[in-house]
C-alpha cells in the first residue's frame, strides 16, 4: 500500500463538517474490520479441525488501521484533553487522505476471495531471510517465516535498508496464490515522478520510447532497472520475482495491481508504465475495473479461505492415512492404559475430543475413489504383521478386498466396514481402494526435472521389519503428482517441508505443475495394535529395532 497524497485544502468553514464526516467513516471502517476478523477468526477455527492451517495472520489489518489512523487519534484525544504546550493539531485535509487510502485497500480486500493475510513480507532470496531470521530480526515469526513474514512490528522506514531482498505484499488472497498490490499513487504523482527522474513531456511523440531511458539515454534501465528507477516499476519486478522464489503447491502466485487513482486510456505515459507493470506477468486494475462501493456483508463470505481446497476426482492415499484408517483408536473407544506407548496415548486423548474419521475424513473424501501404491500397502501389512490387532488386520484386508474378502462385492464391503466401527459410515464410501504399481522411473519421465530431487526423501517410516519404508515414501507422491492426483497425508514433515524445499530449490518451469497434497491436520492416530510382548518380531531383528518403532508414529504423524 503505497504512502498518501493530500487532497486539496479546504477553508476554515468546512473544518467541523469535514471533522464529523471522518469520524462517521472512520467508525464504519473499525466496525467493519472487527465484524470481518470475527468472522475470519471463526473460519479459521473452523477449517483447522479439518486442515492444518498456519497460525491466524489476519490481526495485520488492525495494526495497518492502527497506524493510518494514529493521527486522527491524536487530533481526537488533542480536542478532548487540550494542553497549554499542545502541539499544533494536524490538518483535517491530511488526515482525510489517510482515511481515503485506507477505504481504497479495505475496499479492494472486499473484491478479494480467499484472504489469509495482510501486509506480509515475502524474500526472494531465501539465505538473506535465514541471515535476518539468524540475527533475530524475524525470530518471533517462528516456522512460518518460511514462506513469507508479516510487516506487523517491522519499522517501515527501516525496511528498504534492512529488507533489500523482499518486498512487501499488502494482500495474500485466494488461498496464497494471488498477491495484490493496491497503490494510491494520482497520475499527476506518477508524472511528477517521471519528471524527477528526467522524463520530458513530448506531445508529438507516438510512442513509449522515452520511458525506456531518460534525454535519450538508451534501454530501460534507467526507468525500469536502476536504484533510481520509478518505484513502482521496481515493485513489480520485485513481486515478480518474488513469487518465483515462493510458489505455493509448485504454482506462481499471480500479481495483481489495483490502481485505485489512475484511468487507464487517458494518458500514454500512464499507459506505457502500466504497460510495462503487465510485462512483468502482473494483472494491472485501473479506476473503474473495481466497483466503487462493495457491501462487506456480500463479500465477507468470499473473503474467508475455501473450507475445501480443490482437490482432484480421484485421491492418492498415503500410509499415515492408511494407518489412521484400519486402526482402532479411529474406530472404538480405546481406553488410556500405563503401559502404552506416547504416540498411542496422545492419539487417544485427541480422539476423544475430535473424531478422525466422521469429522475429517469422511467429509473430505466424499464419494472420490482412493487409490495408493504396492509399496504403501507392504508397509502397512508388514507394520500390521509385527504389532496390529486382530481387527485393524481386518479393516486393512476390507480396505483392499484381500483374503477373505477378495470376492466381496463394493457394497458388502461396506457393511463389513460399518460392523468394525462404532462411526456412521456414508453411504458413498468407494471400497475397496485400488492398488496400483508405483513406477518410479515411468512416473519421473513424465515430471519436471526437480522430481527427481524427490528420490532422497529421508526415511520418516521406519519400520523393523524391512528397515527401510523410504520406497512407500517415494512411490506415493511421485505417483499422485506424475498422474495429477491429489495425495492425502498426515505426514507434514516430508509434505510440508522436504517437497516444498526440494521445489523451492530446484524451481518450475513455465507449465509446470508441482505435486498437489492435501495435509489433514488430526491425522496423527497411530495404531492400537496388540501388547508389546504379543509383537512378532523376526528372528535376525534385535531390541535396538523394537525400540526405533516407538519413533515412526511421531516423526511420520
Request: aromatic fraction near 6%; proline fraction near 5%.
Amino acid at each position: 500500500m503505497s504512502e498518501a497524497e493530500p487532497e486539496p485544502g479546504l477553508g476554515a468553514e468546512n473544518q467541523q463538517a469535514l471533522d464529523q464526516q471522518l469520524a462517521q467513516r472512520i467508525s464504519a471502517l473499525r466496525d467493519e474490520f472487527a465484524k470481518y476478523l470475527s468472522k475470519a477468526h471463526a473460519t479459521h477455527a473452523d477449517l483447522s479441525i479439518v486442515l492444518e492451517q498456519p497460525p491466524a495472520e489476519y490481526d495485520s489489518i488492525q495494526n495497518i488501521a492502527n497506524q493510518r489512523l494514529a493521527a486522527y487519534d491524536k487530533h481526537v484525544n488533542a480536542m478532548n484533553r487540550p494542553t497549554r504546550n499542545q502541539k499544533p493539531a494536524p490538518k483535517l485535509d491530511g488526515l482525510a487522505a489517510d482515511v481515503a487510502q485506507l477505504e481504497n485497500f479495505w475496499r479492494v480486500a472486499k473484491t478479494s476471495s480467499g484472504i489469509l493475510a495482510f501486509q506480509k513480507l515475502f524474500f526472494w532470496d531465501r539465505s538473506t531471510m535465514l541471515q535476518y531470521k539468524t540475527r533475530g530480526g524475524l525470530s518471533h515469526f517462528g516456522k512460518w517465516a518460511r514462506k513469507g513474514a508479516l510487516m506487523t512490528g517491522i519499522n517501515q522506514n527501516s525496511f528498504s535498508k534492512h529488507f533489500e531482498h523482499a518486498i512487501k505484499v499488502d494482500i495474500v488472497a485466494q488461498n496464497g496464490l494471488e498477491w495484490v498490490r493496491v497503490c494510491s499513487s494520482t497520475e499527476k504523482k506518477l508524472l511528477f515522478d517521471l519528471a524527477k527522474l528526467g522524463w520530458q513531456n513530448d506531445s508529438d511523440s507516438e510512442s513509449d520510447e522515452d520511458l525506456n531511458g531518460v534525454n535519450g539515454s538508451s534501454g530501460s534501465s534507467k526507468i525500469i532497472d536502476g536504484d533510481d528507477s520509478l518505484e513502482l516499476l521496481r515493485d513489480a519486478h520485485k513481486l515478480a520475482r518474488a513469487a518465483r522464489a515462493n510458489p505455493l503447491r509448485g504454482q506462481i502466485p499471480r500479481v495483481r495491481f489495483v490502481m485505485t487513482r489512475v484511468a487507464s486510456g487517458r494518458v500514454k505515459e500512464i499507459d506505457a508504465i502500466l504497460d510495462k507493470i503487465c510485462a512483468t506477468g502482473a494483472v494491472v486494475q485501473c479506476v473503474g475495473d473495481i466497483p466503487e462501493e462493495v457491501n462487506l456483508d456480500a463479500a465477507l463470505s468470499m473473503m474467508q479461505p475455501e473450507p475445501v481446497p480443490s482437490i482432484s476426482q480421484v485421491l492418492n492415499v498415503d500410509y499415515t492415512i492408511l494407518r489412521g484408517l484400519v486402526s482402532d483408536i479411529s474406530h472404538s473407544e480405546c481406553a488410556l492404559q500405563e503401559d502404552q506407548v506416547r504416540q498411542v496415548r496422545e492419539s487417544i486423548e485427541i480422539e476423544t475430543t475430535e473424531k478422525f474419521l466422521p469429522a475429517v475424513f469422511y467429509p473430505t473424501v466424499a464419494s472420490a475413489p482412493m487409490t495408493c501404491t504396492t509399496e504403501t500397502v507392504e508397509q502397512l501389512y508388514q507394520v500390521l504383521d509385527l504389532r496390529g490387532s486382530s481387527t485393524e488386520q481386518q479393516r486393512a484386508d476390507i480396505l483392499f478386498a484381500r483374503g477373505i474378502h477378495s470376492d466381496a462385492r463394493p457394497e458388502d464391503l461396506l457393511t463389513k466396514w460399518r460392523n468394525l466401527s462404532i462411526h456412521p459410515v456414508p453411504d458413498h464410501l468407494q471400497l475397496p481402494i485400488r492398488v496400483v504399481q508405483s513406477q518410479v522411473s515411468e512416473n519421473l519421465e513424465r515430471l519436471p526435472r526437480v522430481a527427481k530431487n524427490m528420490l532422497d526423501l529421508e526415511l520418516y517410516y521406519y519400520s523393523p521389519a524391512t528397515k527401510s519404508s523410504a520406497p512407500a515414501t517415494r512411490s506415493s507422491f511421485l505417483y499422485g503428482w506424475a498422474h495429477g492426483l491429489t495425495t492425502l497425508t498426515g505426514n507434514g514433515a516430508v509434505s510440508k517441508y522436504q517437497i516444498n524445499d526440494r521445489l523451492d530449490q530446484g524451481g518450475l518451469g513455465d507449465g509446470e505443475e508441482g505435486p498437489h497434497f492435501w495435509l489433514l491436520a488430526q491425522m496423527t492416530r497411530v495404531l492400537y495394535g496388540r501388547p508389546r510382548h504379543l509383537w512378532t518380531l523376526p528372528e535376525e531383528e534385535n531390541k535396538a529395532d523394537v525400540d526405533a518403532l516407538q519413533t515412526e508414529e511421531s516423526i511420520a504423524s
